[in-house]
């Protein structure tokens, strides 16, 4: 094989450099492949190595990671995931997402484990890959096309099994929060990794691949697939979860009073019923999901404008309660708008809303009033455009707020730059901890915390919250991003972490404890910290802090009505986590931390930027 080992990985990098249009591939050894597993922990360390420290996020310079890891692709629950990471231009630090595509699995069976993009092309492009068959070519036709429109023409001219990334207009047009999407429906890459691909000239890749993705068993991996699929399919909770999928959190979020709604004021919404999953099981039409997935949970409505778009619940609660908007069709109009621009709908709905509340404190001079649909639907294509205002809400709220100022950073929803996704605060403390601390900026997806939290201990202050959050980062953020897995079969079905050792052992021959992927993960998470040291060149505590709306504007509405966060319990929360994480009282990770983890060479660089306590 690969390398220097056998079996799992292809051992092979992708790499296509757009000024020069030089294609090459890289092999890699097992050392790299052991201590980053894929995906997420790929990503980070090519960053890290390769990018000149300080550089424009949308320059030539910056690169694009599109990274899968040793499971993605193979005969086992849920495997048809990919990262997309770079260095944001929305924050400035270190930038990931994750998508479900057939993509993911074409890379793997064209014999690669991830590509590395750089450089600019002269005119827009895509890159067509089918094996050790490689190459650029001109996207003159397919520029400024949705991304729906996009794949379909790829799809026509390339076959209609391949797997297709591609970016919208709010890509092309650099809209900060533009991402990646794939099978009309599937989104990634929040911190406008679309933005990246759009400073490219790359409107989009296509990917065949005709090999078979070697592992140590075959026969292992298949008996143990099918034990999995048969497992996911026998557990309590599996036809609600066909049913709903994510869509089931509205009802949840309501119940508990976490609903994002009026730009983060409030906790409820007086139509969530409206917007449900029950409301949703009216207008569903049909059903889509990622490959290799038996829980396939992209619930397909027809919208108000009688097109198809799938729903999820960050986009309805974030384009729905968050902006006032109670009724379920309009919701998916924009929805599918933001879907085929190729903007992210939680940050999208994050601006909407931030746009209102400027509108309603006669701080801008456009009357946006809340549930106004139709100057919703406007705002989402003048942000595309980057028309009028929507020049500057393409930049994001934090942007937005330096510009408008007057108090409106206390309600602009973000951490370092990233907009909050779709959970309130107010009653959350070790959710708020989550988003604060989170390695991309205010997303749930390294630490949904919330749901223990609310059913646990909602209103303690203790280690044992900063303990969970960390744990919960170690597994979503640190194994399931590099294993390059999705993680809704554990989260939803409790689907348990062994089965993923039992795949690992399969596929690559290698036995891993959990205790090895709690290592790898917390490698992967002190050079994504150091990347950030490296790029803001600095740190201070308050970066992970969140927003101030929920220490200050107590909920007006519900049963919590009154409440909100407090800052000594929260710094105390935060201190506690400092200290499980290993990383003195800024936040800057100590330098037996880094030793411990390997990463003795990030230590020289971080010298020069910031005191490294021992
Ligand atoms: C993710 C974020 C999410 S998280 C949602 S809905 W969610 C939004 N989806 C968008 C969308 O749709 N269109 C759009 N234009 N923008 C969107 N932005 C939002 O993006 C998604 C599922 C979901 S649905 C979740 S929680 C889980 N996320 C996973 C993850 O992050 N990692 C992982 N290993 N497994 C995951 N499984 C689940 O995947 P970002 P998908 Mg997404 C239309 O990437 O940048 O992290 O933002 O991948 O294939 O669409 O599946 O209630
Ligand atoms: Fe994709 Fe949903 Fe299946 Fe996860 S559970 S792989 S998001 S279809």
Known sequence: MNGDFMFGWNGKILRVNLSSNKISTQKFNSEFALSFLGGRGFAVKILWDELTPGIDPLSPENKLVLATGPLTGLPIPSSGKIVAASKSPLTGGYGDGNLGSIAAVELRKAGYDAIVIDGKAEKPCYINIEDDFVEVVSADDLWGLTTFECEKKLKQKHGKNIGVLTIGPAGENLVKYANILSQEGRAGGRPGIGAVMGSKK?????????????????????????????????????????????????????????????????????????????????????????????????????????????????????????????????????????????VDTISVGNVIGFAME????????????????????????????????????AEGVKKASEKIGVESYEWAMHVKGLEVSAYNCHTAIAMALAYATSPIGAHHKDSWVISWEVKTDRFGVNRSKAEKVVELQRIRGGIFESLTLCRLPWIELGFELEWYLKYLKAATGVTFTMDDLYVIADRIYNLIRAFWIREIGGWRREMDWPPQRWFNNPLTKGPFKGQKLDRDSYSKLLSWYYEVRGWDENGIPRKTTLKQLGLDYTIEKLEKIVNLTP
């Open 202 to 342: 790359l409107k989009a890749i296509a990917i065949r691949g005709n090999k078979d993705i070697s592992v140590a068993s075959a026969d292992d991996l298949k008996k143990l697939g099918a034990d999995g699929y048969t497992s996911i399919k026998s557990r309590e909770g599996y036809d609600f979860w066909r049913r709903q999928g994510t869509m089931m959190t509205i009802e949840w979020s309501q119940e508990n009073s976490v609903l994002p709604t009026y730009n983060f004021r409030e906790g409820v919404f007086d139509y969530a019923k409206n917007i449900d999953g029950y409301s949703m099981e009216k207008i569903k039409i049909s059903q889509r999901g990622c490959p290799y997935c038996n829980m396939i949970c992209g619930n397909v409505v027809r919208d108000f404008e009688d097109r198809q778009v799938e729903l999820d619940y960050e986009n309805v609660a974030m384009l729905g309660s968050n902006i006032g908007v109670g009724d379920l069709n309009l919701v998916s109009t924009l929805n599918r708008l933001a879907d085929e621009y190729g």
């Open 358 to 393: 400027a509108s309603e404190r006669k701080l801008i001079s456009e009357r946006v009033e809340w549930g106004d649909y139709k100057a919703a639907r406007e705002l989402i294509i003048k942000i595309v455009n980057r028309e009028d205002i929507g020049d500057l809400l």
